[in-house]
Nanobody, 119 residues
């Protein structure tokens, strides 16, 4: 099992910044990618950004140029730096870890952290 603990959410005005952190513990070997998803009220959960164990990153078009995902392997922590925040970024943000064991995919989720951007 993998445990994910998120922190860093909060309330910020439009144009402001926040940094989310996600610390992984437990069976963290074979984690091949980690990422951030978000879910706004009445909407489906969507991928915001992801980073592979090799450092390759992927972003949703809506956050490109504003958000940056990074990882500190020594701390088993993934970060999401969010700049130029917009009201439409308001959502619960979830950390995800993807692990493959014996060719079987496993996904793990954090408890979620609320990000609210006021106009």
């Amino acid at each position: 099992q993998v445990q994910l603990v998120e922190s860093g959410g909060g309330v910020v005005q439009a144009g402001g910044s926040l940094r989310l952190s996600c610390a992984a513990s437990g069976s963290i070997s074979n984690i091949n990618a980690m990422g951030w998803y978000r879910q706004a009220p009445g909407k489906q959960r969507e991928l915001v950004a992801s980073i592979t164990s090799g450092g390759s990153t992927n972003y949703a078009d809506s956050v490109k140029g504003r958000f940056t995902i990074s990882r500190d392997n020594a701390k088993n922590t993934v970060y999401l730096q969010m700049n130029s925040l917009k009201p439409e970024d308001t959502a619960v943000y979830y950390c995800n870890a993807h692990r493959k064991v014996w060719a079987i995919d496993h996904d793990y989720w954090g408890q979620g952290t609320q990000v609210t951007v006021s106009s």
